[in-house]
């Protein structure tokens, strides 16, 4: 069943893998981003949603910003050693394990995205169809419900959406063809103990990225 979501917000960051400490975002929304999106809205075992395509609907507006990060973390290692031991530490002292990071990241974003679900039989109850989810859905997005807030890429950048029957015009700064080159197109999670990721050649024609399809060839991993 395709669904067409309009989702729009101040800031944005589709945070590029290859980037190990500084946080750069790819040039527009990715599909696991627009797949996630979505999962806040309604997610449900017996269904998958599938990205088909995302409009680009504003130009794309850059900005970078520096700011203090904890680099620590309380590993569970270090925690079960506490809970075996009875004494211990479980605490980060801020002040001391501050650092600063930047991060570049878009603003003034709004996207529409064009996708389906798919059922999941093995998943599924026996009442579970396809007419069900599109309702429960469609009542979700029209009531603005969600499971947690949707965001646009990092969950410090919250969302707005609402349904959308025609998508916006081009930006004029977004006609044309632009090659964007390799996006992550999702984390594949039955392919080993630890997630793949997949990705694909993304090519941006007059602000429509078309997002292929799992066994198309196109997608590589």
């Not at 211990?88 to 603003?107: K, S, V």
């Not at 469609?138 to 025609?166: D, K, M, N, S, V």
């Amino acid at each position: 069943m395709p669904v067409r979501l309009e989702v729009w917000g101040d800031y944005a960051c589709f945070t590029r893998p290859e980037m190990k400490v500084e946080r750069v975002s790819y040039d527009v929304m990715t599909p696991s981003a627009a797949r996630g999106l979505l999962e806040a809205i309604y997610w449900h075992p017996g269904l998958c949603w599938v990205i088909d395509r995302i409009h680009v609907c504003a130009p794309i507006q850059w900005m970078n910003f520096r700011r203090n990060e904890v680099k620590a973390t309380v590993s569970a290692a270090a925690a079960r050693t506490v809970m075996n031991r009875g004494a211990g530490e479980l605490w980060i002292a801020t002040p001391e394990q501050i650092q600063q990071r930047a991060t570049l990241l878009l603003r003034d974003v709004r996207y529409v995205i064009d996708a389906h679900f798919e059922l999941v039989p093995e998943k599924a109850a026996p009442g579970d169809n396809t007419g069900k989810f599109a309702d429960i859905i469609r009542r979700r997005i029209e009531r603005g419900q969600f499971y947690h807030q949707p965001c646009l890429g990092c969950r410090e950048f919250p969302a707005h959406f609402r349904l959308c029957e025609t998508p916006p015009p081009c930006p004029d700064a977004l006609a044309g063809e632009r090659d964007l080159g390799y996006m992550l197109w999702d984390l594949d999670y039955a392919a080993a103990d630890t997630p793949q990721p997949l990705f694909f050649r993304a090519i941006l024609r007059d602000g429509v990225l078309e997002v292929p399809a799992r066994g198309s060839g196109e997608v590589m991993g």
